[in-house]
DNA sequence: ATGAAAGCGCTAACAA
DNA sequence: TTGTTAGCGCTTTCAT
């Protein structure tokens, strides 16, 4: 037989006799044939969908790599994860290279025109983006709802002195439009409205190793520490609560979380966090993406809505006497 | 110029002048030229390696693929991850199928017969393989002894009443050679060699949405429960450690795990977990597949050591009065 | 040192 | 319905 027919016969194709197929599958069957990916990949689509997953804030990840394979499931559709960390420009391309029919980038911080030119090669979706791009779809939590939720949570308990743990300089950097960026302007917005602009305090999480734990650490040691913290992620959340806990103040400084990472709803941890719908957002991001796969070329864009999650970590501060802290006092008598 | 130029240029191949060298150096820069992998798949390699990662064990497959990223720095290799839940056979060859140049993967149920076929068309090294393959080569840990030192240290501190926690029956199937079959054949084996073989109690862990959760509530609300509970791994000791508080009994139940994830050190968590070197485990396999790639035919095998980390979740029982349980209370004085 | 050309395994258009 | 054939973009051998 000839290899038109096979490849029908492995396509599904219109115009192979039932016989012809059946004698072709036997074929396979007994040789244990396998198509090369390669090889159709050059001649047309390797149905392999790339997603790039920074190493950055890892557990959420783990969400939209669950909603991307859930949408993926009965498409002839193959996820491939593609591990970054540093710049991602790298990373990205080397999955655009003909690896995969098209791409979904988690990368706030890659220039808007590269992408558009990248949008041209291959279909892209961008999580976490806050621009208005032309050539490819975008996926974005409603960070200034969300960081909004959880300053108003702490402010609500009565916390005065509440301080911000966020990524590193580059992650926020002014006009970036990066969610850490908002979620920062937001804490800013939300302290200067409550009247505290006086006690706006930044801490920024160092190179990998040690995390965000000195940085929590340093605010801590004060003369005047804060009573909550909001950090930008789970992650963060995870490693200020570390900090907290050496520091012999467990308990003792409310924490907030971003992404309701698995773990936040473990009881020991017990983590209040805002949820942006992580697994959705992966689903929505592999629906989109192939979508465009098949011949959709107006932009779209999902804007996940948030949820605060409340829990045990944020409690009002201990009261040294003012009004809310006393109102905060009695409340955490209840408990 | 020729495209056979180009491609010499790329590859750094012997035989161009350096003004040739520069004219299509500067052409590449100009046009924004990406060689495409698969059509480079197609007549040699892509320069990937595959790494299969299945969603059992997650936070322990952080390990590996660090390694793998690091041993891969500084190669012309690209790592690319294919995660997988559920027989892997899938998945497995998704990669194999002319995208990757190798792979690595962590399949301890798929059949040995099959792997030794795959391992003729490309290079595999397996992860957690207790098998002594001829066509492809393993990393695997020491879990006999890992499993053994986790026991002793339970049996030591003065439990008596000590329950398994472990996967579903089919990772531990009698003859298969699993990590996990092996953890609880040594923990079975400790057990009776300490004389405490009416306890023997093994639980497993239900389908992924309650984890490991539900099976330990239900050894906790027996009327002789167990005392300490060894966990074949740091996700099902997480689902443990919840069910212990939410059961009211928090840091009454000692608990070990296994892999030394990351958030085992965590102070809220400061779990007691068997080390087996997961980053290195993830180094060696990257790079005795990189050997094989370079020729090396002969079988290989790296054995992790193995190494208990001590930490607060595992205390003496409190005791009722029986001898070990009372040399375990002085030893949990002088913490 | 350079270029021409064959062919990797597949798909798609066309011929039989 | 089937088989033949022309490339996809690269690497590699062989002439020049």
Redesign the interface.
């Known amino acids: 037989m000839s290899r038109a027919a096979v490849s029908k016969v492995i396509r599904n194709a219109y115009g192979v006799s039932p016989q012809m197929r059946e004698r072709v599958e036997a074929a396979i069957a007994k040789l ?1 044939y ?6 159709r ?2 001649r047309g689509s ?1 149905y ?1 969908l790339g997603l790039e997953i920074p190493h950055v804030s ?1 557990r959420f990840m ?1 969400q939209i ?1 669950d909603g991307a ?1 859930r949408a993926l499931w009965g498409t002839p559709y ?6 970054a ?1 540093g710049p991602e420009y790298g ?1 990205i ?2 999955l ?4 995969v029919d098209g791409l979904i980038a988690v990368s706030p911080l890659v220039d808007a025109a590269w992408l558009e ?1 990248l949008a041209r090669r291959v279909p892209v979706v961008m999580l976490g983006r806050h621009d208005s791009p032309t050539g490819y779809d975008t996926v974005v939590g409603d960070d200034v709802a969300g960081a909004r939720a959880a300053m108003q949570h702490l402010l609500d308990l009565g916390h005065c002195r509440i301080a911000h743990v966020t990524e590193g300089e580059a992650v926020t950097a002014p006009r970036s439009g990066t969610p850490h960026q908002i979620r920062l302007d937001m804490y800013r917005a939300c302290m200067v409205e409550a009247g505290h602009a006086d006690f706006v305090q930044v801490a920024r999480r160092g190179p990998a190793s040690d995390g965000a734990g000195r940085a929590t650490a340093d605010l801590l040691r004060q003369p005047n520490p804060p009573t909550a913290i909001f950090a930008a992620h789970d992650d963060i959340a ?1 490693d200020v ?2 900090a907290v ?2 520091s012999g103040r ?1 308990g003792e400084v409310s924490v907030v979380g971003y992404d309701n990472t698995d ?1 936040a709803a ?4 017990d983590l209040t966090t805002v949820d942006q719908e992580g697994v959705e957002m992966g689903a929505q991001a592999a629906t989109m993406l192939i979508e465009r796969l098949q011949g959709r070329t107006e932009r779209r864009e999902y804007v996940a809505t948030t949820s605060l999650r409340i829990r045990s970590s944020t409690t009002p501060p201990r009261g040294t006497g003012s009004g809310p802290a006393r109102a905060g006092s009695l409340k955490s008598a209840e408990r």
């Open positions: 244990g396998r198509p090369s990916v390669a090889a990949a050059l390797s392999r890892a783990g790599v394979k193959q996820l491939v994860l593609a591990p960390d990373t391309e080397s655009a290279d003909g690896l030119d995870l609560l570390a806990a050496e467990r773990l473990h009881p020991l941890i």
